[in-house]
T-cell receptor, first 114, second 117 residues
């Protein structure tokens, strides 16, 4: 079945450092790809998305490009802030019979120190 | 605030017991999804309802059941609870199941943390 693999955490960075969180997927067809973020004590929020190959999703300084050749959707940010500390989930949409569920990676916890 | 509400926020109970988790979707959303987040399994899809009807099932145990009511709120019932059922349970809602669109964004509630002792 469809699956998502993302780099294990935790990841600890200093403020203004460059962030990469790797994500690869296995899927039949061409799913939409997402990054969700979970701040402490909160639910998941959609951070960015890409719906077809070569699309680049971006939001709040984060970017990810849908790479069909490498089945990847790596999350990047050029300069992280303390407020970016959260758990990040890569996900794909699994569409069957008119229903759409999300398949998530295990999550990567990011801590940014001042 | 996503507009999705879940109650209770925390629930502590004993093995063998039964609990009900409640979810109210965003205004206008017809589709409700339930997910379980646990340390060993990660985030897993359990079940989806659309306008009162079951639409899709994931890795949901037979001890678990759900329903969506005419006012569109949903309840997840967990029975004969085991220690391994301790997890964070999320509800999400979206406008509708896929119908010619590339995707429907799912909006997540804050979750209910279930602890089984």
């Amino acid at each position: 079945g469809n699956s998502v693999t993302q780099m294990e955490g935790p990841v600890t960075l200093s403020e203004e450092a460059f962030l990469t969180i790797n994500c690869t997927y296995t899927a039949t067809g061409y799913p939409s790809l997402f990054w969700y973020v979970q701040y402490p004590g909160e639910g998941l929020q959609l951070l960015l998305k890409a719906t077809k190959a070569d699309d680049k999703g971006s939001n709040k300084g984060f970017e990810a490009t849908y790479r069909k050749e490498t089945t990847s959707f790596h999350l990047e940010k050029g300069s992280v802030q303390v407020s970016d500390s959260a758990v990040y989930f890569c996900a794909l949409s699994d569409i069957q019979g008119g229903s759409e569920k999300l398949v998530f990676g295990k999550g990567t916890k990011l801590t940014v120190n001042p | 605030d996503s507009g999705v509400t879940q109650t209770p926020k925390h629930l502590i109970t004993a093995t063998g017991q039964r609990v009900t988790l409640r979810c109210s979707p965003r205004s206008g959303d017809l589709s409700v999804y339930w997910y379980q987040q646990s340390l060993d399994q990660g985030l897993q899809f359990l079940i989806q309802y659309y306008n009162g009807e079951e639409r899709a099932k994931g890795n949901i145990l037979e001890r678990f059941s759900a329903q969506q009511f005419p006012d569109l709120h949903s309840e997840l019932n967990l029975s004969s609870l085991e220690l391994g059922d301790s997890a964070l349970y999320f509800c999400a809602s979206s406008v509708a199941p896929l119908s010619g669109r590339l995707y429907n964004e799912q909006f997540f509630g804050p979750g209910t943390r279930l602890t089984v002792l």
